[in-house]
């Protein structure tokens, strides 16, 4: 009687959580037939598992003759998860199985990682204890963390002495690749039914409930306390634009609640002013600088001076009555009346005093 309750308890366990892994999209080194749906790396996540051939179009097969072998799901988003279920490619023979597949396996790993770095994630399981005789065609491996990429990998090294057994080079031979975890976040339990217990956990331990990542903005073993001063996001580890009050950046996503600094713009004030623009809001328009990309976006300063007629740190003023030309060095000619002596390029707009000519009014007649 003990024995069948344990049984249905496993049995209930087993259907509780959900594939997640399931028409995810998917990606392998090395494909065996690039562009040949028959080893494609989809294959391993399309739920099918009744032909484990080669040739039956249910496996991700990686190209022969390989030291490194890779497949990895998408999960699309980040989820919390129970544990990994690998079928291997068997031919419908164990012998076969054994004698001919088995020694490229030998050796793999399975990781979780947020990206499709491996190094990056979570180590759920190394083999460093099968052999041909003892690896089982369907694998799995309890796996409690919570990521967005299940990734297969393995590898022979050179000047590596590796264990009997084991092939010189390897392959994926994945028919079937389930993730069995939540489909969302933020919960817990059998039937991922139980909130986690700390309100500003987003990612907790999916049996026991131990908050394994926070919401962002938060941080703390519980979550409980808000990101310090100057960050956000999640682990608290981005940093604040230019808020014009840094106190006034949100904890959560980093806007600036009260606008940014002068010379720049943005929610989380992190881009400069475009080319032309600074200041508060980016509302004040360059001067007359020799390159307007040098202006300051911050006050509007020409770093490489001003065009021709204009001086100032700005290069918005005119020079003055009687001068004109690059940073106004040149002096008007003997025009009509020295208010009119165009400030660019020094011509007499009313012409010459009596005894002069020429646009400039230099020239003595």
Same mark, same amino acid.
């Given at each position: 009687?003990?024995?069948?309750?344990?049984?249905?308890?496993?049995?209930?366990?087993?259907?509780?959580?959900?594939?997640?892994?399931?028409?995810?999209?998917?990606?392998?080194?090395?494909?065996?037939?690039?562009?040949?749906? !028959?080893?494609?790396?989809?294959?391993?996540? $399309?739920?099918?598992?009744?032909?484990? =051939?080669?040739?039956?179009?249910?496996?991700?097969?990686?190209?022969? *003759?390989? !030291?490194?072998?890779?497949?990895?799901?998408?999960? !699309?988003?980040?989820?919390?998860? =129970?544990?990994? @279920?690998?079928?291997?490619?068997?031919?419908?023979?164990?012998?076969?199985? %054994?004698?001919?597949?088995?020694?490229?396996?030998?050796?793999?790993?399975?990781y979780v990682s947020n990206t499709t770095d491996r190094s990056q994630g979570t180590l759920c399981f190394t083999d460093d204890n099968f052999t041909i005789n003892t690896i089982p065609p369907v694998f799995t @491996?309890?796996?409690?963390?919570? /990521?967005?990429?299940?990734?297969?990998?393995?590898?022979?090294?050179?000047?590596?002495?590796?264990?009997?057994?084991?092939?010189?080079?390897?392959?994926?031979?994945?028919?079937?690749?389930?993730?069995?975890?939540?489909?969302?976040?933020?919960?817990?339990?059998?039937?991922?039914?139980?909130?986690?217990? $700390?309100?500003?956990?987003?990612?907790?331990?999916?049996?026991?409930?131990?908050?394994?990542?926070?919401?962002?903005?938060?941080?703390? =073993?519980?979550?409980?306390?808000?990101?310090? %001063?100057?960050?956000? /996001?999640?682990?608290?580890?981005?940093?604040?634009?230019?808020?014009? $009050?840094?106190?006034?950046?949100? =904890?959560?996503?980093?806007?600036?609640? @009260? *606008?940014?600094?002068?010379?720049?713009?943005?929610?989380?004030?992190?881009?400069?002013?475009?080319?032309?623009?600074?200041?508060?809001?980016?509302?004040?328009?360059?001067?007359?600088?020799?390159?307007?990309?040098?202006?300051?976006?911050?006050? /509007? !300063?020409?770093?490489?001076?001003?065009?021709? *007629?204009?001086? /100032?740190?700005?290069?918005?003023?005119?020079?003055?009555?009687?001068?004109?030309?690059?940073?106004?060095?040149?002096?008007?000619?003997?025009?009509?009346?020295?208010?009119?002596?165009?400030?660019?390029?020094?011509?007499?707009?009313?012409?010459?005093?009596?005894?002069?000519?020429? $646009?400039?009014?230099?020239?003595?007649?």
């Open positions: 009687m003990l024995s069948m309750f344990l049984l249905i308890v496993v049995f209930w366990i087993s259907r509780a959580y959900v594939n997640v892994a399931l028409n995810k999209p998917a990606y392998q080194q090395y494909p065996l037939i690039p562009g040949d749906d !028959t080893y494609d790396a989809s294959n391993a996540v $399309d739920g099918r598992k009744s032909n484990l =051939h080669l040739l039956g179009g249910q496996c991700a097969v990686s190209g022969i *003759g390989r !030291t490194t072998a890779t497949w990895w799901v998408n999960l !699309t988003s980040i989820h919390s998860i =129970h544990r990994i @279920t690998i079928y291997f490619r068997t031919d419908k023979f164990d012998s076969f199985f %054994r004698t001919i597949l088995a020694g490229e396996l030998l050796g793999f790993s399975v @491996t309890n796996c409690f963390v919570h /990521g967005q990429y299940v990734i297969y990998y393995n590898e022979r090294l050179p000047g590596v002495v590796y264990p009997d057994g084991y092939a010189r080079l390897v392959s994926n031979y994945l028919c079937e690749v389930e993730v069995y975890g939540c489909p969302v976040t933020g919960f817990y339990g059998s039937n991922c039914s139980i909130p986690c217990p $700390d309100v500003n956990c987003q990612y907790c331990h999916i049996e026991t409930s131990t908050c394994q990542g926070c919401k962002p903005g938060y941080q703390g =073993h519980h979550c409980e306390l808000e990101c310090d %001063r100057g960050s956000y /996001g999640i682990g608290c580890n981005e940093t604040c634009g230019h808020c014009r $009050d840094i106190s006034q950046c949100s =904890h959560i996503n980093g806007t600036c609640l @009260t *606008g940014c600094e002068a010379g720049f713009k943005g929610d989380v004030c992190k881009s400069d002013c475009d080319s032309g623009s600074y200041g508060v809001d980016c509302n004040e328009i360059c001067g007359n600088c020799l390159n307007e990309s040098q202006c300051s976006h911050i006050n /509007g !300063t020409c770093f490489t001076g001003c065009n021709a *007629g204009y001086e /100032g740190d700005l290069c918005k003023t005119q020079c003055n009555r009687g001068s004109y030309g690059y940073e106004c060095n040149e002096t008007c000619g003997h025009c009509r009346n020295k208010s009119y002596c165009f400030p660019i390029n020094g011509t007499c707009l009313t012409g010459c005093d009596v005894g002069y000519e020429g $646009d400039l009014c230099k020239t003595r007649e």
